[in-house]
């Protein structure tokens, strides 16, 4: 988690925008580190993201658009 707070503090995404890697959009990219931070934090929540204010800021984004916000209340969102 360390690794990847730290590149989003030193990238494009640190510079302003929506909390995407690469600004405004959203992209693979972060839906893959979503993933990343979704399986390394599985177990102990979101609450484990206190210590990583860059990391939040990417998940809450990514939580926050209106097709996965839909995906993760549905019965196809395995946890």
């Known amino acids: 988690m360390d690794a ?11 510079k302003g925008g929506k909390g995407f890697v690469l600004g405004d959009r959203i992209t693979y990219a972060d839906l893959v580190i ?3 931070a979704h399986d390394e934090l599985k177990d102990g929540g979101w609450e484990g993201l206190k210590d990583y204010p860059s990391l939040k800021k990417l998940v809450d984004a990514v939580e926050a658009r209106l097709n996965v ?11």
């Open 4 to 14: 990847l707070n730290k590149h989003l503090e030193t990238s494009a995404f640190s």
């Open 34 to 36: 979503y993933q990343i």
């Open 69 to 79: 916000k839909a995906f993760l209340k549905s019965d196809r969102y395995l946890g």
